[in-house]
Structure formats: C-alpha cells, structure tokens
C-alpha cells in the first residue's frame, strides 16, 4: 500500500527534533517512533496516532476518526484521522501532540 508521502513529511517536518524519533516503514506505511515507541504514522492517507486507551472513545467521536483497524482488530489506544481533520497545520499538530505525549510517557524500548 502506498502513503501519502506529503503528509509523512508535514509531520516530520514538526517532529523531526524530538529527541529519540526514528522513523520506520511499518504497517505498509511510515511510523514515526520515539525511543522505540510508535507515537504517530501515515497509513495510505490517513494519520495513525497512538494515545492513551482512556482517551480511546473521546478520539473517537471526532469527525473523520476512526480506529485503527488493518486486521479485524481494532487496537484501543490506536486511531486513524482523516485528511479533513488534518486540513490545516494547527489541526495536525493537535494530533501530533496526542501522539508525541503518548509515546514520550513510555518506557523505552531497546
């Protein structure tokens, strides 16, 4: 599958000092991770963001997001926005921010 490689950079673009950051080619897309944590991707043309399981359902119920779901599995704490929902850069780097706190919170992997 391909990614919409413009996004993958709008985010990089944003995230590309945090400390830890690596980027990775991963469920058929790009992963952006921090100290071995997924934080944010790209999968086709949607953005991939990982977050806190409690704060699952309140994702949810915005606009043009949904789980994230390549398996039959949705994983809670794993959503997929719309491009709608990151029209403008203030909007995606809401989204980042989710993602890069999240991440930041973990332990980190080896």
Do not use: C
Not at 40 to 62: F, Q, T
Not at 100 to 108: I, S
Request: aromatic content about 8%; proline content about 6%; glycine content about 10%.
């Amino acid at each position: 599958m391909a990614y919409d490689q413009q996004l993958a950079e709008r985010i990089l673009k944003r995230i590309v000092k945090q400390p830890g950051l690596v980027d990775k080619k991963m469920f058929g897309g790009m992963a952006f991770l921090l100290n071995g944590n997924m934080s944010v991707g790209v999968y086709g043309d949607e953005m991939i963001v990982r977050m806190d399981p409690e704060d699952w359902d309140k994702a949810l119920s915005k606009p043009h997001v949904r789980p994230f779901d390549i398996t039959g599995k949705p994983m809670k704490g794993w959503i997929l926005v719309g491009p709608k929902a990151l029209a403008t850069d203030a909007a995606l780097g809401k989204w980042i921010e989710i993602g890069v706190k999240y991440a930041a919170g973990l332990p980190k992997k080896k």
